[in-house]
DNA sequence: GTTGCGCAGATTTTT
DNA sequence: TCTGCGCAAC
């Protein structure tokens, strides 16, 4: 195999075959490149067969395109091969393996929103109100204790003292556990934890593994938690092949349970492992490179880089300061139209911004100039209601126990089983100890054994119907009928074809147009697999969202936030709203440092994702939650050395560092146009200048009679309205209307 | 079932 | 300022 394609770092990634690696790879490494080199090395070179080697990653569209290139670039047979996600690999081994665990292997895979349901539904039963204590905060209670790793087996305790301490939570959790198990099913973070147990409590089942998968790679490897830690070093234990690739620089998740121990503890773990550096970028112009990595520098929390480059210099960065949102906007359909004029093509560049909210002004300026572009992420197509609704049906299909897909669909469409028939039905189910389910099924097969119930005749006959539909899909199932089959089946016989036809408002019509994509999604689904079934459907999506949007195939500006833009590049990107409070965030700036350095390692990925040209603008005024503010350049763009971009100010008021520019400047001349670069377009919002003075801007000084000197943090509204928090030399932290506080500059 | 009021809260979201 | 929600009332 010829190898000359690689750098020597590179090289050496790939052929360091045996014992445990951790390859560095910084942006732009090829870091993709050099992994399907390595399989193919192990395929071609060392004779390894493709079903010994197992590589996790953690999205669908890492392992995708992983897959891709593995396809085209060796002959092998890549079919056996396992390129998977680490959940779709657990809820394989899960399936194989149920029997361990007391589940039944047609179990479901419950998604956040699920989940959420569950843990309502548990805090309802106890009588405690959503005020006292948020469904969302037992959900990260819960996410956390899974991400650790804890499963429910006969060691592994101690370490969980402290989460056993919060009683409360603790026992809604075990709650919560054993209502998933009822229902036959398993959650995002069960997935991985269940593998855990079963290899923990199981260990010929482990050893099983341990002699099949003779090579563990794991790509991304800074974003595991510490469940999918345990889990491949587990696997990986016997013979210790294990190589995982990441880095700690583009760690962005740490708030979804990714633990930088992983990386920090993997020599201590594997004192013989080799680490591999892949410092070169191919990816973007040297004053990019460089700016990014002063940027990255200011990090305490690394293991240290050196990314160089043999590109160009390139273009200078450039620095927008402009005099607001809609100004900011202005300024990106502007330059865009410049790019175009120049030849450069819609699909070569990305808007990117820290929050999706920002979005908006950039779809408003780039639906006006006439744009094609593409919000990547948004909502969930599988979220809608709708969907969800003809997939509870299907869930009931595959998984009669999933009591919460049937409460679900038991009355939708309306077919008269109200909230207390409802009610009666679990109480009973409850009473024999069976499922709901179990017990509609039982109802409707001898109604006069249940009289005592007093359910009504409609109830009653609604209840036989439904069982009838599911019993007759389930056949087809067993038949291995065609998915799309049942799914129609479904839909008509169910009457929620008919329910939805009725709604003729506009959001009606996009309901049903939302099914027939989910109907051509299911047609595709079935052509491209092997053995298609509702059961193998259900477990796709719920563990691949991604509704197969092709990337890069259709000219057009994409627009994202900083976190989805990672593991992607364009020649030309636009980071919007870089602002401090915006980006780094305000909830990252007030909860310190190491919040503060995930925000710089988002704002590293977001330059290093830029080939040719990086523009970096931000506002000086912005509306933001029912008032104006003045936030100010992001402290990440002062970490960029002057020398390596050109500030630019485009309609902006006064001069360079915002929090001077307010003081000195006469609003009242500022009527129309701030253009600097000659546009024609008149500044049309109507700010009255009075209205953007802001006396007391972010940064500056100020002495209060009672609490001494201090330093002005955040500024809201204006002139009467104005008021500002101010951090006081004691540390102190107040907030203050301007019109009566005792206040001086200083 | 649907409407409407009041109130909190308002990053990021690979699975 | 805007939205999403839970809950109460029709």
């Not at 490494?29 to 004779?47: D, M, P, W």
């Not at 929103?113 to 209670?141: C, D, H, V, W, Y």
């Not at 940027?295 to 450039?318: C, E, H, P, Q, Y």
């Not at 636009?574 to 602002?579: D, N, R, S, V």
């Amino acid at each position: 195999m010829n190898l000359n394609f690689l750098n020597e770092s590179q090289k050496q990634a790939v052929q360091q075959v045996d014992g445990p690696i951790m390859i560095l790879a910084g942006a732009g490494s090829g870091k993709t490149r050099t992994l399907v080199a390595r399989i193919q090395y192990l395929l071609e070179e060392k004779n390894i067969s493709p079903y010994q080697i197992l590589a996790v990653t953690f999205s669908n569209k890492a392992a995708r395109e992983m897959r891709e290139r593995l396809a085209s670039s060796t002959s092998f047979n890549i079919g056996t091969l396992q390129v998977t996600t680490f959940h779709s690999f657990c809820a394989k081994v899960l399936r194989a393996e149920s029997s361990y665990l007391g589940l039944s292997k047609n179990f479901t895979i419950y998604d956040d929103s699920e989940t959420n349901s569950i843990i309502k539904a548990i805090l309802n039963k106890r009588g405690i109100s959503q005020k006292e204590i948020s469904p969302f905060m037992i959900s990260e209670f819960i996410d956390e204790v899974k991400n650790l790793g804890y499963f429910q087996g006969t060691s592994n305790t101690e370490e969980f003292s402290q989460f056993k301490s919060e009683t409360l939570y603790w026992d809604i959790f075990l709650e919560y556990e054993s209502e998933l198990h009822r229902s036959n099913a398993v959650d995002f973070g069960g997935l991985i934890t269940g593998v855990i147990n079963l290899f923990h409590n199981y260990p010929e089942v482990l050893e099983k593994y341990q002699n099949k998968f003779k090579y563990v790679l794991v790509d991304e490897y800074q974003d595991t938690n510490r469940a999918q830690f345990h889990l491949i070093t587990s696997i990986a234990q016997k013979l210790k092949n294990i190589t995982v690739v990441g880095d700690e620089d583009q760690s962005i998740y740490s708030w979804r349970g990714a633990d930088i121990r992983n990386i920090l503890d993997f020599e201590q773990i594997y004192p013989e492992a080799k680490i591999i550096k892949l410092e070169q970028n191919y990816r973007s112009s040297k004053k990019i490179i460089e700016a990014a990595s002063e940027v990255i520098s200011k990090n305490f929390a690394r293991k240290g880089k050196k990314m160089w480059t043999n590109n160009n210099d390139g273009n200078d960065i450039l620095v927008v300061e402009c005099r607001d949102d809609k100004s900011e906007s202005d300024y990106i359909g502007k330059r865009i139209r410049e790019l175009v004029l120049e030849g450069v093509s819609l699909k070569d560049i990305a808007v990117f911004y820290r929050n999706n909210s920002q979005s908006r002004m950039i779809e408003d300026v780039l639906r006006k100039e006439k744009f094609p572009y593409r919000v990547v992420a948004g909502i969930k197509f599988y979220d809608r209601k709708e969907i969800k609704d003809i997939l509870a049906y299907m869930r009931v299909v595959i998984n009669k126990k999933d009591s919460l897909a049937l409460t679900r669909i038991i009355n939708t469409p309306a077919r008269g089983v109200g909230p207390t028939s409802l009610r009666k039905l679990e109480d009973e189910a409850v009473r024999l100890n069976v499922s709901l389910y179990e017990i509609i099924e039982k109802i409707s097969s001898q109604p006069q054994e249940y009289k005592y119930l007093n359910l009504s005749a409609k109830v009653l006959s609604a209840i036989s119907q439904l069982v009838q539909l599911i019993t007759e899909t389930q056949l087809l199932e067993q038949d291995k009928i065609t998915p799309i089959f049942s799914y129609e089946k479904l839909l008509n016989e169910s009457g929620y074809l008919d329910f939805l036809k009725t709604d003729k408002s506009y959001e009606g019509m996009a309901r049903l147009e939302n099914l027939d994509e989910l109907s051509s999604a299911l047609k595709q689904f079935e052509e491209s697999t092997v053995e298609p079934t509702l059961e193998k459907f259900l477990e796709e999506i719920t563990l691949d969202s991604n509704t197969s949007q092709e990337n890069g195939v259709v000219d057009e500006i994409s627009l994202m936030t900083v976190h989805g833009s990672k593991g992607l590049e364009y020649p030309y990107v636009f980071l919007i709203a870089a602002e401090d409070n915006i980006f780094p965030s305000y909830k990252s700036l007030e909860s310190g440092s190491s919040a503060i350095e995930e925000e710089r390692r988002l704002f590293y990925v977001a330059m290093t994702r830029a080939m040719k040209e990086l523009v970096i603008t931000f506002s000086q005024a912005r509306m933001l939650w029912g008032s104006l503010k003045f936030n100010g350049p992001s402290q990440f763009i002062y970490e960029i050395p002057s020398k390596y971009y050109r500030w630019i100010q485009h309609q902006s008021i006064g001069h360079k560092h915002s929090s001077e520019k307010f003081e000195n400047y006469d609003f009242d001349q500022t009527t129309n146009s701030y253009d600097d670069f000659g546009s024609e377009k008149v500044y049309q919002r109507k700010v009255t200048p009075s209205l953007i003075r802001s006396n007391y801007p972010t940064g500056s000084k100020i002495k209060h009679s009672l609490y001494g000197e201090g330093t002005v943090l955040d500024s809201e509204g204006s002139g009467d309205e104005e008021k500002v928090t101010i951090l006081f030399k004691d540390g102190i932290r107040k907030k203050f209307m301007v019109k009566f506080a005792p206040l001086q500059k200083v």
